[in-house]
Every structure is written in C-alpha cells, then in structure tokens.
C-alpha cells in the first residue's frame, strides 16, 4: 500500500509539472491571485467561472486549474487587508487587526513579507496533511455525526470570549445578534419568514460579503476619509529591509506556524464549519497561547497576521479530504470542484484512493505548487505593493470603494446587498468608535446557521443522548471553560471574587451608552416578533434572543456602575490594572488630534458620498458612476491635478467592465433610466 502511494505520488508529480498543464495551473494561480485582491470577490466566483472551460482538459490540467486558482486567493487577499484595512475575502478579517496597524507604522513590506512567508508554510502544511491523511481519515470522518459537528460549531461560537478581548459582555452580546441575523429569512424546518421584513431579497438569508465589507471594510475606508492623510505618513523600512524581516518573522515563528496550519486543515476538513471562521479561531489560538499577547496583539503585533494567515492556507488541503473521500464538500469552492469531478466522470468515493490515487495526488502537488508560486509572485511585488500605503487618501480611496462595491454586489447580485453594505458600514464604524468588538458580531453570524441546522438533526435523531458523545462531551467542556476564562481572569486579577464585586462606583451614565438602548431594543423587538412563530422556528432564536438581551443590559449597568474619576485611587487603579492586562480585539481610530465635532461631520460626509453613490447607481448605472465619482471625489476633495484624475477615471471604469461585464458578465443593478439605454448591457431595464 506505501509503495502504491509513493508511486501514485510520484507519477501525479511528473503528470502535473507537464508544460501544459503546469501553464494553466500557474494560469489559476494568476487569476486567484488578482480575485484574491478585489475585496469581496474571492475564488468563489472564479470557480465558477472557469469550471466550464475544463470540459476538453484532462483531468490533472482541469483540476490544476481550478485548485490552482482556489488556493492562493488567501495569498494575495492579504494585500488589501494590510493596506487598506479591508479584507479581500473572508479568510483575511483577523489578518486586518495587526497587518493594518504595521501598515500605519510603515510596516506595510514586513507585515506582507511575513504574511506570505506564513501562507506559503501553511499551504505547503496543509497539501502535506492532506496527502499523509486522506487514507487514515476515512473511518475517522465517517464517525463525526451532527452532534459532533455541532459541539465543533459550538466550540467555534466559544472563541467570542478571547476574540472580545477587554468587552466580553459586549462581544457576546454582539455575538448573539450575529446568531440572530444568521436565522433571518425561511426557517428550513417549517418554512416561516423570520425577520424578513416583507421583503424578497431576505427570503434566503442575509449574505456574508456585504455584511463582512461593512462591518470591517467601510469603517476603515471612514476613518481614512476623516484623517484625510495617507495610511502611513511613512516606510519605517525600505522594499528590501522590511521583506527579509518579514521573512525572519516567519521563520522565526515556524512552531505558531504550524499549530495554525494544523487547525486551519482541521476545521477545513469539517464540513459546514466554513472557511470565514478559521482565521478568527487561529488568531483566537494564538493570542491564548503566545507570550504577552494580551498586551501587543490588536496593535500591529506580526505574530497576528502570521497566525491567520497561516491557518487560512492550510484549509484548502483541509477541505479537500471529505470531497474526494465522500463527495461531502467541506466548503463552497468545494461544491464547485464536484463539478468537475462529474465533468470528467469521477465520483469520489474508494474509487479516488484506488483506481484514481495518481489523480488525487495530483491536487496535492496542485495546491503544493500555486502555493509556492502564488507565494513567489507576491514576494516578487509586495515592496511595491507596500508603497501603496503612502499614497493620499484621495488616490486610494475611490478605487478600493468602487471594486468594494462590485465586491458587494457578487453576493445575491440585488440591490439589497447594496443597502447591506452601507447599513452595517454606519454599524461597523459606531461599534469601532465605541470600542465594540466586532469580530464576535461576524463569528455568531458565520456559525449561527451551522448551529441551528445539527441541532435540530442531532435533537431529531438522538433526542437528549447526543449529548453523552464522548467527543461531544470534550468539546462543550473546552468551549464551557473558553467562554467563563474572562470571568475566572477577572477574579484572579482583582484577587478574589469578593474584590471584584467591591470595585464598582455610583451609577453614571455618558453620550455613548445611549448604543446600548439600540442593542437593548433591537433585541426586544426581534424577541417580540418571533413570539407568533411556530415552535420549531422560534425556539433557537428564542434562547438566543434572551441571552443577548440579558447580556445587553447587564454590560450597561456593568458600564454605568464601573470605577469612574469619582471613585477612589485605589478602585481606579485596580480597573486600570484590569483593562491593561486584556486586548482590545478590534482596530482603533486613530484621529486624537481631531476633536468628536470634526470627526463626526467628516463620517456624515463619508457616508453620504456612499449613500450618492447608491443613488446614482440607481439612476444612470454602476459603471458610469464609478466614472463621474473618481472625477468629483478626487477634485472635491484634494483638489488633484487631472493628470492623476482622468487615468482614474477611465481606468477603473474599464477595468470593472472588462473583468465583470466581459468575463464574468454579471448583470448589473438595474436602473432608472435603463428602460432608455435597452442596449447598453451596463443599464439594464427596470
């Protein structure tokens, strides 16, 4: 059996590095490269994309391809992240709490040259596990049950407790209203709309990439708009200093490396985890595990891009294991690959492992090769790429907003997702100003669904037993003690349960707990609503909607009643004590020289350029928008010369058109005046 697979390894080894087929593997690994940095887009759309086009291939050059293509996207979508704050996929949101940070320092070259550095470990990682596993997992996959999937989905929603950093009682009750937006639409159990509003666009839920954009990427593209500067004012290194450093980074942390490649291929291998939650459990990880990072992580802290990122690669090799050993994707790009198996009459299953082991070998040494060659080209571009961050906002701005907002609009292809974007763009920017966290908001929302869906199976199938699974029992008792850590910290910290109750001041209330009331009633009045349902429905929204409720009111008085100025010295400095020795797990603005007045009249501003830019999309089109606002942000804003304006102008409309009109022609929103223009494909009829 070792030598079949050695020699079935070795084979699929010299089939792949054929001149042909390696040109279109290194061609898939071009195309993710650049999906990867268009913020909102991914590999998904690309898959889709190029799955009809390996119909004539054989098999080893189609699966190239596509793999090729899929696997590197969480190599370059760092880019974006680092630079702009705005995470290219889903797979880079925790990359953004540290490598956005470097970038302000003008640390942009080291945080991407160590960010590479881990994805290509974590790739490489990742192919291997895949190869040494696939025989060995079988029978291990075939035990995992619902109940264990669910206790991993709970285990994961445990993870708010470290990703709320010094506001656990804010996270989780952000936490639970991400729970509770994952159930709008039809419950599948019984069919009842939940909270959708009387409209259509809700019927199949909210969708993730215009809610991730919004609640991460609007809000930083805000501030940059409100300190009107560059992102970095400059480079602490140059192009080849801060590369080799963060070459060293990497190399440097090669152990952190590897416990989060490992978890990134495990969580990848379950199915319906998904992949937008394993950067959060891997930054989660290391900030438990790695020395004083409570106090350097949220801050520009290397280790947390190295983390993520090296997790986020790894799952790729993960995720493969249930499609070819069952045909059970473990994620949607996944589903995609199904169809290239059906394409090429292969069905997963004993056959892959027997009959077709060199072709499954083959996508090991596919993702193991656009690892390294995705990694290659970034390290080839990233010291340029890293003088982006020096450029003026007025440069950077309209282009990052106007692919954020086709990014957008991939997810249902409706005008929802638009109004999605920019109604939790305004909650993303409150909850950063306030210093909520907003990572557990989108962690409750990814797994929510996931939750709902195996508990429902597991209760139907196995009533209360399930929960007496010995693999259940171990990962509720994990996620027990991750989310009742803060509190045993708390404890130790004030030096005794009696002393933590003691440090409390008289009630006082401030401008800023007037957010609470909004969390208070959203939760109310979703609570009301859902009353009238059947019991099927209502029952997990129900359990949610009071936690977070309770949780919502307890966090205000725990705000209200907290040490203050007019507490004693001795009260003062135990708080004080307490919040420096826990991390804020979020970005923070960073405009202190600007005073509350300004920068509120400037975020006004900011939203309402987003808020015209949806009306004119409404009336005359996305692609002629983008044109006239390059032209008017940049001339209103800064005053830039039309020599930097009219490039701008022009270009990013073409490139919009040609990319997604021409090769993904996707059907734009449609407009006001489109009834006019019926041949225009960029102004569709109403």
Known sequence: MEFSMLDAAGSALLLILEPTRLMYLALGVLMGLALGIMPGVGGLAGMALLLPFTFNMDPYAAFGLLLGMGAVTTTS?????VLFGVPGTAGSQATVLDGFPMAKRGEAGRALAAAYTASLIGGLFGAAILAITIPILRPVILYLGSPELLAFAIFGISMVAILSGNAPLRGLAGACFGLMLSMIGTDPQSGTLRWTMDSLYLWDGLPLVPMVLGVFALPELCDLAIKRTAIASSAKFNVTAGMLQGCKDGLKNWWLIMRCGSLGAAVGALPGIGASVIDWLAYGHAVQTEKNAQQTFGTGDVRGVIAPESANNAKEGGALVPTIAFGVPGSASMAILLGAFLIHGLVPGPDMLTK??????????????????GAGICFAFSGQLAKLATLRYTLILPIVLGVMFVGAFQATRQWGDLYTLILFGILGWTMKRLQWPRPPL??????????????????????????????????????????????????????????????????????GD????????????????????????????VIVGVIGLIVAILSLLNQAVRATAAAPAEIQDQARAVVQQKIHMDLQADDSDLTSGVVMKRAVIFFGWVAALIGSMAVIGLIPTMAIFVVVYMRLENREPWSLVLPQAFGLPFIIYFVFDQLLTIPWPPTIIGGFFPALKIMPSV
């Not at 009238?532 to 929204?541: F, I, M, N």
């Open 77 to 81: 979508d760092t880019i974006p992240a």
């Open 514 to 541: 007037v957010f609470y009331a909004f969390w208070i009633g959203i939760f109310a009045i979703m609570l009301i609503q859902a009353m009238s349902w059947d019991y099927s429905a209502k029952v997990v929204p």
């Open 442 to 511: 989108i962690l409750g929302f990814v797994l929510g669904a996931t939750i709902e869906r195996y508990m429902f199976i597991s209760i139907e199938r196995y009533g209360t037993s399930w929960l007496l699974r010995p693999v259940v029992v171990g990962l509720l008792s994990v996620a027990l003690y991750t989310l009742l850590r803060p509190f045993f910290q708390d404890v130790k910290i004030h030096g005794g349960l009696k002393n933590m109750l003691s440090g409390f001041g008289r009630p006082r209330f401030h401008r």
């Open 356 to 373: 077709h082991l060199a072709i499954t070998y083959s996508m090991v040494w596919s993702i193991a090769i656009a690892n390294i060659l």
